[in-house]
């Protein structure tokens, strides 16, 4: 499944630089390897005063835009629905082959000039390991002050 143009799926962009989401640099530990999907609600963290965490040192904290979320939730729809649509030939299975297929089969979206290529990679990755472990809960990453 490619995206030819942008309103092939309503708000969303859907080629170049501003296909991917945000996830943010860590897992919580309470959301399994890859069981939940993360997407990112604020950026960095409200309280950076943990001595054994330098994730977040310097940085500031910050609410992310509504229309931000609401693009990234979209996106890893596409990605889901891709991805789905790719492994309908091999069962349902979401293999490294499905997504080496995904990948090689969108020039538009992953091509050498799309831009944020690893961070594509990751989402991709993502959401494919989610819907590998049945894709049952999604986690909003936030951190509230």
Same mark, same amino acid.
């Given at each position: ?6 309103? *092939?799926?309503?708000? !969303? %962009?859907?080629?170049?630089? #501003? &296909? &991917? &989401? ?7 530990? +309470?959301?399994?390897?890859?069981? +939940?999907? $993360? ?6 963290? +409200? ?10 040192? =310097?940085? /500031? &904290? ?7 979320? /609401? /693009? *990234?939730?979209?996106? %890893?729809?596409? !990605? /889901? ?5 790719? %492994?309908? =030939? ?15 089969? #969108?020039? !538009? $979206?992953?091509?050498?000039? +799309?831009? #944020? ?8 990755? #993502? ?7 049945? %894709? ?10």
């Amino acid at each position: 499944m490619t995206f030819p143009n942008p309103e *092939d799926h309503g708000r !969303l %962009a859907v080629h170049g630089e #501003n &296909f &991917f &989401f945000e996830m943010g640099p860590i897992r919580p530990p +309470s959301e399994g390897s890859d069981h +939940s999907l $993360l997407i990112r609600t604020t950026r960095n963290c +409200s309280w950076n005063r943990c001595e054994f965490c330098a994730t977040y040192r =310097g940085e /500031k &904290f910050g609410y992310r835009q509504v229309e931000d979320i /609401k /693009k *990234d939730i979209d996106v %890893a729809r596409a !990605l /889901k629905e891709e991805l789905q649509a790719a %492994a309908g =030939g091999r069962g349902g299975w979401i293999t490294q082959d499905v997504i080496r297929g995904v990948w090689g089969g #969108n020039p !538009l $979206l992953y091509g050498e000039n +799309s831009g #944020n290529l690893s961070r594509k990679w990751q989402n991709l990755q #993502n959401v494919a390991n989610w819907l590998a472990s049945g %894709a049952r809960t999604v986690f909003l990453r936030t951190r509230m002050p």
